[in-house]
């Protein structure tokens, strides 16, 4: 219901939008990059041409600081950081997380940010940590849920206000957060406390997170994840629904020396070449950018320049449909986001539902991709399918054969379809030659389901020489089993 957001293209659970604040409008997904109102390695309006479209920064240091302070007060947020664009501003919540108190309410937070004229505003939410007692996050999510109560009562017109999510690693209390705030009409809602998930690599927890979130809002609401700003983890958490990002990992990667690239980060002093075209990286080696005196500005636009670099192409992948394809590839540049891409697909029939019908072709990808939300698709909707008489199954598509009625292909991952679907999305999938064994197992459950559910046909299934998965042997009880050696016959 939020009217501020507008979806114009989606791919799996992933959109592209327009997000409208006092300050115009947003493409989305994007990046708010974080700025320190105390130091500033890259001025905000030079953000522009990285590619940044609204930066986030944080009100509570503004506040607690009286020559900031008297300034945003006077001449306002944006004359303060000298950006005449979108700023969305936190309210010390972060500071909450880490020293255990801050020194403002949620009310003095919540007038001072639409009195500086902040284009979103945060309420003081609890970031409750992962794996806190249920009782604790019980408590400290009511608090949360007053609070913003509180703040939407507050907030009547101008600033966008953000509903944070909390629930720390309970999915029943993420969801029932998010329903809760839903019913409160807020104009963003971050997803809350994951940055101990991230430092700590749980992507699968974090997917968990994510999900259980995004099944209590509604779906066209646009979905902040709250300090994440390392592009390796873009495409995915994209896919799963997150509209905006914000990064101080830029600057503070740079600090500590450290090179961001779309697969990971790499230490500067142990590179030997620069993978990278931008302005920092063409016109350098790995040694005089490690030797620079303004070591940490350069990797700091570096690193700036990579994750919006990777942010562009996510929304491409989105235009083109093979948003799952680009996560797939993200997702095996490191163990633990293989795990969180596979907990994603625990959640394809939610996917599913988010799912365009049609798209780009089907990339299969690896094992991971038998479980993608358009595999299951055709598992859910194999009753659909009514086959009456003799049915020949084969792997390759033949001229058809005056001996039976019904001519079926038989394709990993998907199962056996009939041969007029061949050329339609999602069947025309490019797959591998030679299926691996999650691709067969789950074709030959959905073939064996398909017989199954239409008892009186006759199935003849052609077995591709050197095809093996221990569900042949079921397949052999109940169909007409061909074995094929001879070549021809194959293509
Ligand atoms: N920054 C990172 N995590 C959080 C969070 O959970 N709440 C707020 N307000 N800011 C954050
Ligand atoms: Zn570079």
């Known amino acids: 219901m939020s009217s501020n957001f507008e979806i114009i293209e989606k791919d799996a659970a992933g959109r592209i939008g327009r997000l409208t604040t006092p300050h115009g409008v947003v493409e989305t997904p994007t990046i708010m990059p974080v700025i320190n109102p105390n130091i500033q390695i890259i001025k905000p309006n030079e953000m522009r041409d990285y590619g940044a479209e609204i930066l986030i920064t944080n009100s509570y240091i503004i506040y607690r600081k009286d020559e900031l302070r008297e300034k945003a007060l006077k001449d306002g947020i944006h004359s303060l950081l000298d950006f005449d664009g979108p700023i969305m501003t936190?309210?010390?919540?972060?500071?909450?997380?880490v020293y255990g108190e801050v020194e403002v309410t949620n009310e003095q937070i919540i007038d001072f940010q639409q009195k500086i004229g902040t284009d979103i505003g945060v309420p003081l939410d609890i970031p409750t940590p992962p794996d806190v007692p249920r009782s604790r996050a019980e408590s400290e999510l009511e608090t949360t849920i007053e609070r913003l109560a509180q703040a939407r009562e507050l907030v009547k017109d101008g600033m966008l206000l953000a509903g944070p999510v909390q629930g720390s690693t309970y999915p029943d209390l993420r969801e029932r957060c998010a329903r809760k705030l839903t019913g409160l009409n807020f104009?963003?809602?971050?997803?809350?406390?994951?940055?101990p998930m991230m430092e700590s690599y749980r992507y699968a927890d974090l997917v968990d997170v994510i999900v259980s979130s995004k099944k209590g809002l509604d779906p066209t609401a646009p979905v902040h994840l709250f300090g994440a700003g390392h592009p390796m983890m873009f495409a995915l958490a994209v896919a799963l629904g997150c509209d905006l990002f914000d990064s101080a990992a830029y600057a503070l990667y740079a600090k500590d020396g450290r090179y961001m690239t779309s697969h990971g980060t790499h230490h500067i002093e142990d590179m030997h070449y620069l993978p990278c075209s931008c302005p920092v990286c063409v016109n350098r080696t790995a040694g005089e950018l490690n030797n620079a005196e303004n070591r940490g500005e350069l990797l700091a636009r570096h690193n700036l320049y990579v994750t919006f670099e990777e942010m562009r192409l996510v929304k491409q992948s989105i235009k083109e449909g093979n948003l799952l394809e680009l996560v797939e590839?993200?997702?095996?540049?490191?163990?633990?986001?293989?795990?969180?891409?596979r907990q994603a697909y625990k959640y394809s029939d939610w996917l599913e539902q988010c799912d365009p019908a049609s798209k780009s072709t089907f990339f299969y990808c690896g094992p991971e991709s038998a479980d993608r939300p358009e595999v299951l698709r055709f598992s859910n909707r194999l009753d659909r399918l009514t086959i009456t008489g003799t049915a020949l199954i084969r792997t390759n598509p033949v001229k058809r054969d005056r001996e039976y009625e019904n001519l079926l292909i038989f394709k990993?991952?998907?199962?056996?379809?009939?041969?007029?679907?061949?050329?339609v999305y999602p069947f025309n999938a490019e797959v591998v030659a030679v299926p691996d064994y999650e691709s067969l197992g789950r074709a030959l459950e959905n073939t064996i389901r398909l017989i199954e559910l239409n008892p009186d046909a006759k199935f003849t299934f052609i077995r591709k020489d050197g095809l093996e998965h221990p569900l042949f042997g079921k397949l052999a009880g109940i169909v007409n089993m061909v074995e094929k050696v001879n070549d021809s016959e194959q293509k």
């Open 412 to 423: 990993p991952p998907f199962g056996s379809f009939p041969d007029e679907l061949s050329e």
């Open 90 to 97: 936190d309210s010390g919540s972060f500071q909450l997380s």
């Open 187 to 195: 104009d963003i809602y971050p997803l809350g406390a994951v940055v």
């Open 329 to 341: 590839h993200r997702c095996r540049a490191h163990p633990r986001l293989l795990d969180g891409l």
